[in-house]
């Protein structure tokens, strides 16, 4: 997927759309995980997909749930939801700096008269 050390650095035209794609990816990622994040809180909540937006757009971002839950399954539900958000946080950083930090290493670490 990426250039190896013999080869140069991407042009920045091409490293621009590399940046881009992962992005693209990154947001389709948050999109699917607020998506099921809102299903959660509508089934188990029984929410308007309004407030179940707000709590797990909140939930993802890092705030807690807005309406505290009070079924058994919704407790289970945000609880879960909670665990997977921080570790969704993780992964799309992780998406997002890969190109970034793969072109720093590849700069430093390429020689020019390979």
Known sequence: MYESKAHPPLPRRQFARRVLRHAAVALALLLFSL???MAGYMYFEHLPWRDAFLNAAMLMG?????DAPHT???KLFAGLYALYAGLLFLVIAGIV?????????HTFHWEEDQ
């Open 72 to 74: 058994d399954g919704g």
């Open 97 to 105: 700096l890969t190109p970034v930090v793969h072109r720093v290493m």
């Open 35 to 37: 998506l099921l994040g």
């Open 62 to 66: 890092g705030m807690g749930p807005v």
